[in-house]
Every structure is written in structure tokens, then in C-alpha cells.
């Protein structure tokens, strides 16, 4: 059973910078693609960036030149870097296995989440 634990969010001034952890169990880590979502409020959850296990990336147009998604295949943790955060930028974060054509999770079972809270 995949588990991921989330953690590093937290309140921030926009423009400030903020770097998510997701602890990652159940699985062969260094065998999937990695990706962080997210869902504010009254929003679908959406794709922001994910990494593949060779360590190319994709992001969302929206995160794109501010965000940084890196992987630490010995520790089994996936990161994201945020930088120049802004107020559309608050959300609850996840992380979860995405399909590598569609960004989609492959996994149902999501973590707790973390918050990011940025204020204008």
C-alpha cells in the first residue's frame, strides 16, 4: 500500500519561498514517476510538477521558472522548492505517482496534505 506523508507548509508573505517534503512508502520509490498536487480551496485538485525516475521534469505553466521539484531516491522523499510564492499559490499540497502521459495520480490513497497559506 502506497503512503505518503507531507510536510513543510506553512503561512508566507507573497514572494516569500517555502520547501514541501513528502515522505514516500509501499512502493518501489526509485522505480516511479513523482509529482506534487494541489487543491485550493474550492478548486479541483490539479498537477503541479512531477519528476520522472530518471529526474526530467514537468510543471504547470501557472509554477513554471518559480517551482523546483527534486527527488532523493536513497531517502525515498520527493521535494518542492517554491519560490516567489503568490496568493493563488495557497492550497493544500500532495504528492502521489503520477502517469507519465497524463500527470494523473496512479494511486488512490492520498497523504493528510500540507497547507500553504500565502498572504498578499
Known amino acids: 500500500q502506497a503512503q505518503f506523508v507531507e510536510s513543510g507548509g506553512g503561512l508566507v508573505q507573497s514572494g516569500g519561498s517555502l520547501k514541501l517534503s513528502c515522505a514516500v512508502s509501499?512502493?518501489?520509490?526509485?522505480?516511479?514517476?513523482m509529482g506534487w498536487y494541489r487543491q485550493g480551496p474550492r478548486k479541483r485538485r490539479e498537477s503541479v510538477a512531477r519528476i520522472s525516475s530518471a529526474g526530467d521534469t514537468h510543471y504547470a505553466d501557472s509554477v513554471k521558472g518559480r517551482f523546483t521539484i527534486s527527488r532523493d531516491n536513497a531517502e525515498n522523499t520527493v521535494y518542492l522548492q517554491m519560490n516567489s510564492l503568490r496568493p493563488e499559490d495557497t492550497a493544500v499540497y500532495y504528492c502521489?505517482?503520477?502517469?507519465?502521459?497524463?500527470?494523473?495520480?496512479?494511486?488512490?490513497?492520498w497523504g493528510q496534505g500540507t497547507q500553504v497559506t500565502v498572504s498578499s
Open positions: 502521489n505517482a503520477p502517469y507519465s502521459s497524463s500527470g494523473s495520480a496512479i494511486f488512490g490513497s
Open positions: 509501499g512502493i518501489s520509490f526509485d522505480a516511479y514517476s
